[in-house]
């Protein structure tokens, strides 16, 4: 009697476990269609999410303070991507633009060699060295994670004309800041050794 209570029991434990493999496989098509649709807002709210941090970016790059010190426009603006360029297509070159302001900094301070590579280590360190807002690393860290989630996770949601604007707003801002700082450094003397 005890071995068919215990037989009993396993079989009521496993009952449940059983009915739902069997709905599953019987409803396959119906959860497939289902995840499709979820996975379809999901994409969408992550797109509207970025979008409202790129314009963030924006508003907020528009307020750096070494902006102040930025000349007027010159005509030594940045170049323009190509026309036929993507809005993906758009965000690296700005973003490029940056990394190469960002490197020529680096290098000039003699950074460590991990932090001259990455645009928001190297922001970060000259915000240790009290040469850059705290505004400015800010947006350089917001920025690079955009710009990170945009390579790396693309297939996530669709990068529209509207972040595209915003980011490259955002980046051509602080790539003037920190050509500011780089407009602070020195020349060499011609008759030092």
């Known amino acids: ?7 009993l029991k396993y079989l009521q434990a496993l009952a449940w476990p059983a009915v ?18 979820v996975t379809e807002a999901s994409m969408f709210g992550a797109t509207l999410k970025l979008e409202k941090n790129a314009e963030r970016a924006a508003a907020a790059s528009e307020e750096l303070p070494e902006l102040a010190e930025a000349p007027q426009e010159t005509g030594d603006t940045a170049p323009d991507p190509p026309r036929d360029s993507s809005d993906l297509g758009r965000v690296v070159f700005e973003w490029r633009a940056v990394e190469s302001t960002a490197r ?9 060699r991990a932090a001259q590579y990455n645009v928001r280590n190297i ?7 009290h040469m850059v807002s705290p505004e400015t690393e800010r947006l350089a860290a917001q920025l690079q994670l955009l710009r ?7 297939d996530n949601f669709e990068l529209t004309p509207s972040f595209a604007d915003s980011f490259v707003e955002a ?18 003397d011609a008759e030092s050794p």
């Open 148 to 154: 990170n989630r945009i390579i790396h996770d693309h």
């Open 104 to 112: 020529q900094l680096a290098l000039h301070y003699d950074f460590p």
């Open 20 to 37: 739902a493999i069997l709905a599953l496989v019987h409803f396959r098509g119906q959860i497939a269609a289902l995840l499709t649709r």
């Open 1 to 7: 009697m005890e071995i068919a209570e215990l037989v």
């Open 123 to 129: 922001v970060r360190e000259l915000g240790v060295r």
């Open 171 to 188: 980046a051509r801002n602080l790539n003037s800041a920190l050509r500011v700082i780089d407009a602070r450094i020195p020349e060499p």
